[in-house]
């Protein structure tokens, strides 16, 4: 089994920057294609960003695209997301899921329904 577990969130300013953390363990080797997701209260869960762990290749939501930047390092089976120029409406809960699939650069890799592994979330507030 894989498990993921997220951090990094709590309560910034508006215009500012936070890095959220998620590391993997167990059976890390079944997380091919990774993504950050979002959920505000009342809202569907949303993808944001996902990365091809081999191969590097990153998709962003168009809207925010330029403003975060997900990346992974490998040997610390740890995935990142840094999100800059911070808004009211980034406020969330951020799930690092993984899938055992490749991502296949295009939208279809920020849809729900491609990924196994989810984390149990890290709460991002962000105030005006």
């Known amino acids: 089994q894989l498990q993921l577990v997220e951090s990094g969130g709590g309560s910034v300013q508006a215009g500012g920057s936070v890095r959220l953390s998620c590391v993997a363990s167990g059976a890390t080797y079944l997380a091919v294609c990774m993504a950050w997701f979002r959920q505000a209260p009342g809202k569907e869960r949303e993808g944001v960003a996902a990365?091809?762990?081999?191969?590097?290749?990153?998709i962003y939501k168009p809207a925010e695209e330029g403003r975060l930047t997900i990346s992974h390092v490998k040997v610390d089976n740890m995935l990142y997301l840094q999100m800059n120029n911070l808004k009211p409406e980034d406020s969330a809960v951020y799930y690092c899921s993984a899938s055992i699939r490749y991502c296949v650069a295009n939208s279809g890799d920020l849809w729900r329904s491609q990924y196994e592994y989810w984390g149990q979330g890290t709460q991002l507030t962000v105030s005006s």
């Open positions: 990365m091809n762990i081999l191969g590097g290749q990153t």
